[in-house]
Antibody, heavy 119, light 110 residues
Framework: QVQLQESGPGLVKPSQTLSLTCTVSGASVSSGDYYWGWIRQPPGKGLEWIGYLLGSGGTYYNPSLKSRVDISVDTSNNQVSLKLDSVTAADTAMYYC???????????WGLGTLVTVAS | QSALTQPPSASGSPGQAVTISCTGTSSDVGAHNYVSWYQQRPGKAPKLIISELTKRPSGVPDRFSGSKSGNTASLTVSGLQAEDEADYYCCSYAGGNSVIFGGGTKVTVL
C-alpha cells in the first residue's frame, strides 16, 4: 500500500522559505515509473498544481511559481522535498504531495499539511 | 495559465444524475485525453475518481463516468447518493509538462 506523509513547519514568516518533506512508503521515489508532485489549496479555495519531479530525473513547475520553487528527491530516505522562496500571505495553504502514475493523474495523496505565512 | 472553468455548484436528488462541466482551451482539455477528476470531502485529501478522461480506478463506483466534447470535459454522477456530496475538481495536462486544475464544483444532494 502506497502512503505519503507531508511534514514541515506549520508557520513561516513572510519573505522566508517554506520547506516541506513528503515521506513515501510502499513505492520508490527513484523509480522512473512515477512522477511525484506537490499541490496546494488555500483555505476555502481550489487546488493549484505547484510542480512535480520524475523519480529518474526531471522537474517541472507551475509557470506562475517557477521562479520561487524547487522540488528535489532524497533517495536515501525515500522522500520528496518542496522549497518555496520569498513567501507571502498568499502562500498560506494546505500543501499536499501526491504520486502521478502518468501526467495529470494523481492517484495517491498525503493527508496534507497546513502552512500559514504570518509574522 | 488560468484555471479550467467549472460551475461553482451543482445539485440533484438521490437517484438522479448530475453532470459537471470543465471548460478549457484547445491547448489543454481539447488537445488530448489527459483529463482527470477528483472528489474531495470536507477536511480530506482529494481522491482520484477518473483518469485519462474515462478510466475509473479500482474501487470507484461505475456511477462515475467521464466524457469530453471539444474543449469541455464532463463528469457525470448517475444514481446520486448522499455520500456523493463533496467538491469535485477537474485536472488537465496543459502542455509543456504542466498541469492545471479547475476551480471546483460543490455538489449538493438534495
Amino acid at each position: 500500500q502506497v502512503q505519503l506523509q507531508e511534514s514541515g513547519p506549520g508557520l513561516v514568516k513572510p519573505s522566508q522559505t517554506l520547506s516541506l518533506t513528503c515521506t513515501v512508503s510502499g513505492a520508490s521515489v527513484s523509480s522512473g515509473d512515477y512522477y511525484w508532485g506537490w499541490i496546494r489549496q488555500p483555505p476555502g479555495k481550489g487546488l493549484e498544481w505547484i510542480g512535480y519531479l520524475l523519480g529518474s530525473g526531471g522537474t517541472y513547475y507551475n509557470p506562475s511559481l517557477k521562479s520561487r520553487v524547487d522540488i528535489s528527491v532524497d533517495t536515501s530516505n525515500n522522500q520528496v522535498s518542496l522549497k518555496l522562496d520569498s513567501v507571502t500571505a498568499a502562500d498560506t495553504a494546505m500543501y499536499y504531495c501526491a504520486r502521478n502514475p502518468h501526467i495529470a493523474a494523481f492517484d495517491y495523496w498525503g493527508l496534507g499539511t497546513l502552512v500559514t505565512v504570518a509574522s | 495559465q488560468s484555471a479550467l472553468t467549472q460551475p461553482p455548484s451543482a445539485s440533484g436528488s438521490p437517484g438522479q444524475a448530475v453532470t459537471i462541466s470543465c471548460t478549457g482551451t484547445s491547448s489543454d482539455v481539447g488537445a488530448h485525453n489527459y483529463v482527470s477528476w477528483y472528489q474531495q470531502r470536507p477536511g480530506k485529501a482529494p481522491k482520484l475518481i477518473i483518469s485519462e478522461l474515462t478510466k475509473r480506478p479500482s474501487g470507484v463506483p461505475d456511477r462515475f463516468s467521464g466524457s469530453k466534447s471539444g474543449n469541455t470535459a464532463s463528469l457525470t454522477v448517475s444514481g446520486l447518493q448522499a455520500e456523493d456530496e463533496a467538491d469535485y475538481y477537474c485536472c488537465s495536462y496543459a502542455g509543456g509538462n504542466s498541469v492545471i486544475f479547475g476551480g471546483g464544483t460543490k455538489v449538493t444532494v438534495l
